[in-house]
């Protein structure tokens, strides 16, 4: 919906189209995107992908979280809504159409990614969702699927992954993927993407002006909401990748996670289907 994934044959990632809303578009015919709240003093990093998750196009965005977490949202979003968690997670409605968990998360959080997993949402796992099963990948694998992504940099991939050499990213992304079950989104200069099914890609468009503490944080939130809108979790991955990319490659030095939110609109407005008019950005 909107976005098509665009790939050269080598299997590079390039820029993707986007095509607007319908006429008749509403708020929940763009999806619904949550977003796993970190505890107090612990809640920037799921605010930012909330945020990504928004800025991409998701109809709705909720973070949920216990009420101390939620108090301290409060004072930072506005178009985002909040709901608290409840033991049950009955906060998570059907029309939620896709997930993020992990950042800021606090490595205890391996019950509640199981327990969110048996919804049968699309899910993006990122930072603590991944380091928490460490001791255990096994528990994690069991419950992952091919619409589930999973977004490790090199030191998070290593914790689940201790036997897959490195030094050849695009086939430890592909291993990653058929041993997990899901799509493994292995982040570095040049960002590895792999599918269950076999398929594999790279994004090479990114600057190192990415290298900032938060910019992981909103890949996640930008995946996750191109899944809230439709978008297979292979595609949103590449595509996210790309879209993040982009937005080092525009806003280079003095680039902060935060500052990443206002670049959003810019790095769309280049992928739009009639956009040579007004786009200035480079083309990789
Ligand atoms: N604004 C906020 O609130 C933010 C909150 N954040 C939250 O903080 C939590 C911890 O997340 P984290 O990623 O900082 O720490 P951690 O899980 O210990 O892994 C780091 C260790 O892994 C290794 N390593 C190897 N390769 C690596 C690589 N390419 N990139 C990075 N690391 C690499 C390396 O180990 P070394 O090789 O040095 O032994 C390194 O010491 C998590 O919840 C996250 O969401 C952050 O998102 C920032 C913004
Ligand atoms: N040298 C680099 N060149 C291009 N992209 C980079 C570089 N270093 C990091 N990135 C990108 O920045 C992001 C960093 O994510 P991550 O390590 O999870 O940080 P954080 O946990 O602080 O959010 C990833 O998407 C990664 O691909």
Redesign the pocket.
């Known amino acids: 919906m909107g976005f098509t994934l665009n790939l050269a044959e080598d299997r590079t990632i390039a820029r993707p189209t986007l095509v607007p809303p319908p006429s008749d578009a509403h708020k929940y015919s763009r999806g619904h995107a949550m977003v796993w709240s970190g505890p107090p003093l612990r809640t920037g990093a799921s605010r930012l992908a909330a945020q990504a998750a928004l800025a991409v196009g998701a109809g709705l965005v909720t973070i949920i979280g216990d009420r101390a977490a939620l108090a301290e949202q409060a004072a930072h979003v506005s178009a985002i809504m909040l709901r608290e968690a409840d033991d049950k997670l009955a906060c998570i409605d059907r029309r939620v159409t896709a997930l993020a968990i992990g950042p800021g998360a606090g490595v205890g959080i391996a019950d509640i990614v199981c327990a969110l997993q048996k919804r049968e949402i699309p899910m993006v796992l990122d930072?603590d969702a991944i380091t928490a099963f460490a001791g255990d990948p096994a528990r994690l694998f069991e419950h992952l699927c091919a619409n589930d992504v999973m977004t490790p940099?090199a030191g998070e991939f290593a914790r689940l992954f201790l036997d897959i050499d490195l030094a050849d990213r695009a086939a430890a992304a592909y291993t990653a993927a058929q041993r997990s079950g899901a799509v493994v989104l292995l982040?570095?200069?040049h960002?590895h993407i792999a599918a269950p099914d076999g398929r594999v890609a790279v994004n090479r468009h990114?600057?190192?002006w990415?290298?900032t503490?938060?910019?992981?944080?909103v890949?996640t939130g930008l995946i996750c909401g191109l899944m809230a809108q439709g978008i297979s979790a292979f595609d949103a991955a590449c595509m996210g990748a790309w879209l993040?990319g982009d937005i080092?490659v525009r806003a280079g030095p003095g680039l902060t996670a935060d500052k990443m939110m206002d670049h959003i609109p810019l790095v769309l407005r280049g992928c739009l289907h009639d956009a040579s008019a007004d786009d200035t950005g480079p083309r990789t």
Do not use: F, N, Q, Y
Not at 213 to 217: C, E, N, T, Y
């Open positions: 930072a940099h982040k570095g200069p960002t990114a600057s190192p990415l290298a503490a938060g910019s992981g944080d890949l993040h080092g």
